[in-house]
C-alpha cells in the first residue's frame, strides 16, 4: 500500500478486516494529522453509519445563486439535508482501529516494478519491498500510476481562512455551500471566470470563509482568490480580526481515468475517484472499499493469480463499466460548466437545485443508477433557460468567459 491518507487507510483496513497481510509505505507517521479539513452530506455519511465521525453539523444548509444585481434581493436557496465537517481525528483513528496489524514503513516509494511472481517497489531509503499486489493510494499526483494525455486537466482551487471577524460573514448557524452572488465585482471581474463563497460557522464566534473556483485548466491563481474573497468579505463591511489557519486548496477535478490494464492498482485521489462535478472524495471511499476489498480477499485466496491478474480484479471492481460511463458524464457536464460566465453559472445551478432533492443529491453523490443519472441531465436540460441549453450543448458561453487578466 502507497499512501498514509484518507484513501490508503480506508481501503488498507477494509482489506486487514477480511484478513488480507497488508503492509503499508507513508512519508508521514500514519496517525500524523492530515493537512485537510473534509467535509460531506450528513445523510451521505449516515447511510454507511458514520455520522458520529462527524465534529460539526449544519442543519441550515443554502447556496445563494443571486440576480446580479443588489444584494438585497437575493433570497438563498434552502438545501434542506443536512451538511458536516468530519472530526479529521476521529475519521483517522476510526480507520487505523480497524487495521491493527498493519505494518507500516515510514518511506516513500520512488520505483515500482510489477514482476511475474510479486511487484517491487525501491523506497528513497535503498528498502526493497515486496508485495503480490500494490494498491497506490499515494493521491493524485502518483508518477506510478498510467493515465492518457486528454490535454490540461482542470484544478479545484480554493483559498480559505479560519477566524475570527469583525461580525459574522454569514448568518450564525448556517453553512454555505456557494454563495455565486456578483454585485460586488466590477464589470471586468464578471467577465473572468466566476467563484463562490464556500462557508460556514464554527461555533464560538469562529467562521471559516472560502472563496473557491469550481474547476478550470489552468487553476484560478490563490492571489486572485485571496482578492475575491477580501472584496466580497469588505461589500458585507466585515474584517478579519484574527486569523486561525489559511487554508490553499488545489486538486484536479477532471483527471483521467487510469490505464485499467497496468499491473498496479490505485485507490482514492491515485484512481481518479474524485467526483469531477463536485470535487468531493470521502464519501465514495467509505461507498466504494468494501467492495473492492471483497474482490481483492477473492483474488488473493488465489495463489495462481499473478500481480497484473489481481490487478486486472481489482481495476474491474473499482472501475466497472457502469461507474465508468457515470464518470464519462460527469466529466462531459464538468466541461461545459468550465465554459460558462457567471450569469450562466447562476442560473445552471439556481435550476440544478430546483431539481428533486433525491435527484440533486444522488447526483452529486454519484449514487443514482445510470440510468437515473441520464434521466436527471436530460431533465436538468429541459428545465433550463434557453441560452443554458445553447451553452450545454455547444459550450456556447466560451468566448465571454476571458481567462484572468492580472
Ligand atoms: C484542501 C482540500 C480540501 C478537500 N476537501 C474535501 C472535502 O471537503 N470533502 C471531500 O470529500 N474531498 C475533499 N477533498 C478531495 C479529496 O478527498 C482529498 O484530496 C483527499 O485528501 C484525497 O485522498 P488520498 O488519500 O487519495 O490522497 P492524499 O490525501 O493526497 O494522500 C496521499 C498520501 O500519500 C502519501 N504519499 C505521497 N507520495 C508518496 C510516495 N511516493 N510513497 C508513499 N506515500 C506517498 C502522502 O504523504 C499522503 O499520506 C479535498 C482536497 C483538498 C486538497
Given amino acids: 500500500m502507497l499512501g498514509g491518507g484518507p484513501a490508503a487507510l480506508c481501503i488498507a483496513s477494509e482489506l486487514h478486516q477480511r484478513g488480507v497481510v497488508v503492509e503499508g509505505i507513508a512519508p508521514e507517521p500514519v496517525n500524523a494529522p492530515w493537512p485537510n479539513t473534509y467535509g460531506i452530506w450528513v445523510d451521505e455519511l449516515k447511510a454507511v453509519g458514520l455520522d458520529h465521525l462527524l465534529e460539526h453539523r449544519w442543519s441550515d444548509t443554502v447556496s445563494y445563486f443571486g440576480s446580479g444585481g443588489s444584494s438585497v434581493d437575493d433570497l438563498p436557496t434552502a438545501h434542506g439535508i443536512g451538511y458536516g465537517l468530519f472530526d479529521r481525528a476521529a475519521l483517522q483513528d476510526h480507520w487505523l482501529q480497524r487495521a491493527i496489524g498493519v505494518v507500516w514503513h515510514r518511506d516513500t516509494a520512488q520505483r515500482v516494478e510489477a514482476g511475474n511472481n510479486q511487484t517491487l517497489v525501491t523506497c528513497a531509503s535503498g528498502d526493497v519491498r515486496k508485495a503480490r499486489l500494490v494498491i497506490d493510494a499515494s493521491g493524485s499526483g502518483s508518477p506510478h500510476i498510467r493515465r492518457p ?70 487553476a484560478v491563481p490563490y492571489d486572485v482568490l485571496k482578492q475575491r474573497l477580501m472584496q466580497r468579505l469588505a461589500d458585507r463591511g466585515v474584517q478579519i480580526t484574527d486569523v486561525l489557519h489559511e487554508e490553499f486548496c488545489l486538486f484536479p477535478m477532471n483527471l483521467p481515468l487510469p490505464d485499467r490494464t497496468q499491473p498496479v492498482l490505485a485507490f482514492g485521489g491515485a484512481a481518479s475517484m474524485v467526483h469531477p462535478a463536485s470535487g468531493y472524495m470521502v464519501g465514495a471511499l467509505l461507498r466504494r472499499a468494501p467492495g473492492l476489498a471483497d474482490s481483492l480477499a477473492d483474488a488473493l485466496s488465489d495463489p495462481s493469480l499473478t500481480p497484473a491478474a489481481l490487478a486486472r480484479r481489482g481495476w474491474q471492481a473499482l472501475w466497472p463499466p457502469e461507474l465508468v460511463l457515470r464518470h464519462q458524464l460527469y466529466q462531459f457536464g464538468l466541461g461545459r460548466l468550465m465554459g460558462f460566465n457567471e450569469r450562466l453559472l447562476r442560473t445552471h445551478f439556481a435550476t440544478f437545485f430546483s431539481l428533486a432533492k433525491e435527484d440533486w443529491f444522488g447526483f452529486l453523490t454519484n449514487t443514482l443508477p445510470l440510468p437515473r443519472l441520464m434521466a436527471v441531465m436530460l431533465r436538468l436540460f ?22 484572468f487578466r492580472g
Avoid at 387 to 400: E, F, P, S, W
Fill in 149 to 218: 494525455d486528454q490535454g490540461p486537466v482542470a484544478g479545484q482551487a480554493a483559498y480559505g481562512v479560519v477566524g475570527r471577524f469583525s461580525e459574522a460573514p454569514i448568518r450564525g448557524g448556517r453553512f454555505v455551500l456557494m454563495d455565486y452572488r456578483s454585485h460586488h465585482l466590477s464589470e471586468r471581474q464578471r467577465l473572468e471566470p466566476p467563484t463562490f463563497l464556500y462557508a460556514m460557522d464554527l461555533g464560538d464566534g469562529v467562521f471559516f470563509v472560502e472563496e473557491t473556483s469550481l474547476a478550470l485548466a489552468p
Fill in 382 to 403: 429541459a428545465l433550463s433557460p434557453w441560452d443554458l441549453r445553447r451553452g450545454l450543448v455547444l459550450g456556447a458561453a466560451k468566448q465571454q468567459a476571458p481567462e
